[in-house]
């Protein structure tokens, strides 16, 4: 493994036992068995080590939503692997999604370049699934609305739960909701034909 994957994962970690504002790069050089400067060799600062932390766990976001869907995959089924794919992720990255969904600030994005490589994510993730959605909205198979309603029909409610159950104010799995949350996104975008 290497020095900066040994901070990554130490990091996350503590960020879990202790919280974000409480980790200090002293505490992490610990937990990861690495001196001060193979930290700074690593990374230029704790606020890169952030920027990092959370571009990367976007992308691994972004990646496996995108894997869910594909040309030959129909409407319904699509809602149903994008609902079922967030969720998973959440449950199955349990430390980058509170890093990701819970611990985050905005204080962190202040430079231009961060804030470039986050735009230019984003609007590769949202033309990935812009291009899965057009024909579907062509064939009226799913109904023709503006991407941000889109996102907030399909993630929006498991995203409520998932948030829940990752702060500890739910003990109930995410998972356990998934095929009503399907239903109900369905319903709401699915072309009802006569």
């Not at 980790?23 to 920027?51: E, P």
Request: charged share 25%; net charge neutral.
């Amino acid at each position: 493994m290497s020095t900066r994957d040994k901070i990554a994962n130490s990091a996350l970690e503590l960020f879990e036992q202790k919280g974000v504002d409480a980790t200090s790069v002293a505490d992490i050089c610990v937990h990861a068995k690495i001196s001060n400067g193979s930290f700074f060799h690593a990374f230029q600062s704790r606020q890169d080590l952030f920027k990092t932390l959370y571009l990367s766990a976007l992308m691994s976001y972004h990646t496996a939503m995108c894997a869910a869907l594909g040309p030959e995959i129909g409407g319904e089924k699509g809602l149903a692997n994008l609902i079922q794919t967030h969720i998973e992720w959440v449950i199955y990255n349990t430390k980058q999604a509170r890093f990701l969904f819970e611990q985050s600030t905005e204080d962190w994005w202040k430079g231009e370049e961060i804030r470039q490589e986050l735009e230019r994510e984003n609007a590769q993730f949202a033309q990935s699934i812009a291009q899965w959605r057009i024909h579907l909205t062509k064939k009226r198979v799913l109904r023709d609305v503006d991407g941000k309603v889109f996102f907030a029909q399909v993630i929006g409610p498991a995203q409520i739960f998932c948030r829940s159950w990752l702060s500890g104010r739910s003990k109930s799995n995410p998972l356990d909701h998934c095929n009503e949350l399907i239903e109900c996104a369905q319903s709401a975008l699915v072309v009802k034909t006569p």
